[in-house]
C-alpha cells in the first residue's frame, strides 16, 4: 500500500516538531510493509484552508498518488472546525476509494492504539 505522512505545526508551537511526527509514523508502518511515497508538512495554523502542503496533498490524492493518508493527531491534521473535517474526509474518501461503494466499507479515521497516529484510508471487507 502506499502511503503519504501529513504532518503540521504551528508557527507558534514551539513544543512540536515536524520530525517528531513523521518519524514515528514512518517507522510504524514501514515496520508493516507499506512503503511511504509522499510526505507534505505544513508551518503554518491548521485554522487556514489554504495550507500550501495539505491543498497539494488533496490534490495527489485526487490524482490517486497515494492509498492512504496518515498524520500524528486529528489537531495536526486541520483545526478548521468539524464542518470543515468532515468535508475533507469526504474529498479523501471519493479520492482514494477505487470501486464502488456497495462493494467496501469505508474507514475514514482509525486510530492506531500503539501510537497514537490517525489514517484517513479504504478499507475492503
Not at 18 to 45: C, K, M, P, T, W
Not at 60 to 87: H, M, N, P, Q, S
Amino acid at each position: 500500500m502506499r502511503v503519504a505522512i501529513y504532518s503540521r505545526v504551528s508557527t507558534k508551537d514551539k513544543r512540536q516538531e515536524i520530525s517528531n511526527q513523521v518519524n514515528r509514523l514512518r517507522d510504524s508502518r514501514l515496520r508493516e510493509g507499506f512503503a511511504i511515497v509522499q510526505g507534505y508538512a505544513d508551518h503554518d495554523s491548521g485554522s487556514k484552508a489554504d495550507r500550501g502542503e495539505f491543498q497539494k496533498m488533496l490534490r495527489d490524492a485526487a490524482a490517486k498518488k497515494f492509498d492512504l493518508v496518515l498524520f500524528w493527531a486529528l489537531d495536526r491534521f486541520t483545526r478548521e472546525g468539524t464542518l470543515a473535517t468532515l468535508k475533507y474526509f469526504e474529498i479523501l474518501r471519493q479520492a482514494l476509494l477505487m470501486g464502488t461503494s456497495d462493494d467496501m466499507r469505508v474507514q475514514p479515521l482509525r486510530q492506531d492504539r500503539r501510537d497514537n497516529s490517525h489514517a484517513a484510508r479504504q478499507s475492503c471487507p
